[in-house]
């Protein structure tokens, strides 16, 4: 069973679309997180949610809104795509927010078109 | 100046060879994270640590607070230890947030 799982792994669309990403994490974790790695392979956080509730929101675009309707999802809803949004997006997730081992999930390669 | 510095950038070492990957930070930290990514893409945490020293089969990871650096120590290293290592802090002060490294390539030479 995968601890965080998220869907879909690769994801290619047109600019100006709208696209979700899922993620899911099976482990009774209060806080979940989004993060973008680039194409230098940089990880950067963008948003954190803890028990539902935002905590973290980075200098992120407001066309990118996290969703999370219980402490074991958080989606990333990303509206009218860039050519730069393209990169690999990893949800996360730990025990509490203010520390313990990350895990995360596979990553889902976003390709702008 | 990124906040966490990685060194080297990238290394290349024989099967069997000690590997020592440095990181040094900036800022006062409540812990540091250790994460390894495969050449496929995965991410996973190796260690979590906010002072002394952890092991974990022939990983090894130090910290010292003061000096605000960390070492990753793999003992013979495999080629299966190729990947990318990132050195994550979390602040102590503020929301909290990990701040990455840029990582260390590592490529075990059979």
């Known amino acids: 069973d995968t601890a965080v799982s998220q869907t879909p792994k690769y994801l290619v669309t047109q600019m100006g679309n709208d696209k979700s990403i899922k993620c899911e994490q099976n482990?009774?974790?209060?806080?979940m997180y989004w993060y973008k790695q680039d194409s230098k392979k940089f990880l950067k956080i963008m948003f954190s949610?803890?028990?539902?509730?935002?905590?973290i929101n980075e200098t992120v675009p407001n066309r990118f809104s996290p969703k999370s309707p219980d402490k074991a999802h958080l989606n990333l809803h990303i509206n009218s795509l860039e050519l730069g949004d393209s990169a690999v997006y990893f949800c996360?997730?730990?025990?509490?927010?203010?520390?313990?081992?990350?895990?995360f999930g596979s990553g889902t390669q976003l390709s702008v078109l | 100046k990124n906040e966490v510095e990685q060194s080297p950038q990238n290394l290349t070492a024989q099967e069997g060879e000690f590997i020592t990957i440095n990181c040094s930070y900036s800022?006062?930290?409540?812990?540091l994270h250790w994460l390894q990514q495969h050449p496929g893409g995965g991410i996973v945490s190796l260690f979590m640590?906010?002072?002394g020293k952890k092991k974990h089969g022939r990983l090894i990871a130090t910290i010292n607070i003061q000096e605000k650096h960390s070492s990753l120590h793999i003992t013979a290293s495999h080629p299966r230890d190729s990947a990318v290592y990132i050195c994550?802090?979390?602040?102590?002060?503020?929301?909290?947030?990990?701040?990455f490294g840029t990582g260390t390539r590592l490529t075990i030479i059979p």
């Open positions: 640590l906010s002072s």
């Open positions: 994550a802090v979390r602040s102590y002060f503020g929301n909290e947030k990990l701040t």
């Open positions: 482990l009774g974790h209060d806080t």
């Open positions: 800022v006062g930290i409540s812990a």
């Open positions: 949610y803890n028990n539902k509730e935002l905590i």
């Open positions: 996360a997730s730990s025990q509490r927010f203010d520390g313990g081992k990350l895990f």
